[in-house]
């Protein structure tokens, strides 16, 4: 199959689920045009102009089959380009813009998220990375629409909830690594791995730090992930006052290190305010790590009750309290981690191929 993939905002995440696909589609010819990840307004509205003139040689190529991110506002490109209009679509979407807490409501983002309407609205088919994803959209979209003041056509969100299919991003094979950068002793080894944002919850997790220390819990704690130069001041705090903790702090460039925390840790802890699937989670419990996160957002299709703990955003001392809680019980109890089996590139393969070649065929889409 020869196949068109657009990818407008290509952040790490986006990347990661892109190699997955060629991996498992090694024999479809592959055309990829993406974009960096930086000025999200702009990237999200401005993609359209940028392919629509300067690759439209690139789009008007003889292709079967047309993947695109949510980020791409796929209407206006088609209308540029009438030759996209031919070639059936996928809209694949690692987030939605309706589902961010409110605090971090970015300017246009009214404008981005309507033009993931558009977008769903002119794809043939809508994948989403979990059901979280898939129906926190939904329901956006159904807010937003009742907001209009006239002229709205009725049955929209119901014609975009019978093309959409939840399908993860896959997990990619990890190599077996030696435990790198923990400390020789019999400590609990926890992992901590998300961006230095807002969302990901830096206050909950520096509550939480304070917390285990008061209880008197010999702990590591190795913290990762992308830093910016707007990072919350909290993350600096958790650096200062829990050096004595800290065997990482910080992206790890090299990805058998990265590897190596995760597979030394004996738990990955989440405080996200904001999670659509939660890749770094997901491979450190494929890792070996046990789950310790909140109880909202994707995790509650992830992981079973049991590694779970309260969820409790408008009282953050009670959420923390719970959270350490579960982390004693760990501790002491070392439960096995869930099995992430199903979510590998093997195990999902058969389902993005099923996906796919419906939608090339323009088949009734599997359930």
């Known amino acids: 199959m020869r196949v068109l993939l657009l990818s407008a905002y290509a952040a790490q995440s986006h990347r990661y689920w892109q190699r ?3 991996q498992m589609f090694p024999h479809w010819q592959w055309s990829v045009l993406s974009l960096p990840p930086r000025h999200f307004s702009w990237r999200v509205r401005g993609n359209p102009l940028y392919w629509g003139l300067a690759e439209r040689q690139a789009l008007e190529q003889n292709q079967q089959l047309l993947i695109a991110t949510s980020m791409v506002d ?4 088609r209308g540029l380009v ?7 679509s996928v809209l694949y979407f690692h987030e939605n813009q309706f589902a961010f807490p409110q605090h971090r409501q970015r300017h246009g983002l009214l404008e981005a998220q309507m033009v993931s309407l558009y977008g769903a609205l002119a794809a043939d088919t809508l994948a989403f990375n979990s059901a979280f994803n898939r129906d926190s959209f939904l329901e956006g979209c159904e807010s937003l629409l009742t907001r209009l003041p006239d002229f709205v056509p009725p049955g929209i969100v119901e014609g975009l909830r019978n093309k959409a299919r939840v399908l993860p991003v896959p997990l990619q094979p990890m190599k077996a690594e030696e435990p790198w950068g923990w400390r020789p002793d019999l400590s609990l080894r926890i992992i901590w791995s998300a961006r230095f944002e807002h969302d990901k919850g830096g206050e909950a997790l520096y509550l939480i730090l304070q917390r ?8 590591q704690l190795a913290v ?22 800290l065997v990482q702090f910080g992206f790890v460039d090299a990805e058998s290190q990265y590897r190596s925390l995760q597979a030394g840790a004996d738990l990955v802890l989440s405080t996200a305010a904001h999670e659509f699937q939660g890749l770094a989670v997901m491979e450190a419990v494929a890792a070996g790590c046990v789950p310790v996160v ?3 957002l994707a995790y509650r299709e992830l992981y079973p009750e049991d590694f779970r703990y309260a969820s409790s955003p408008q009282q953050p001392e009670a959420e923390a309290d719970s959270a350490v809680a579960l982390i004693r019980q760990v501790a002491a109890e070392k439960p096995s981690p869930p099995d992430m089996g199903r979510y590998t590139l093997t195990a999902l393969q058969p389902a993005y191929e099923a996906l796919l070649h419906a939608v090339q065929d323009s088949q009734p889409l599997p359930s």
Do not use: K, M
């Not at 796929?74 to 490109?77: D, E, G, P, V, Y």
């Not at 285990?212 to 702990?219: I, T």
């Open 20 to 22: 997955g696909l060629q």
């Open 74 to 77: 796929l209407a206006t490109l």
């Open 82 to 88: 009438p030759a996209l209009a031919a070639i059936p």
């Open 212 to 219: 285990l220390e008061q209880a008197e819990l010999d702990y």
């Open 224 to 245: 990762t992930g992308q830093q910016f130069r707007n990072s919350p001041s909290v993350f600096s705090r958790i650096r200062e006052e829990f050096a004595h903790r």
């Open 294 to 296: 909140p109880d909202r």
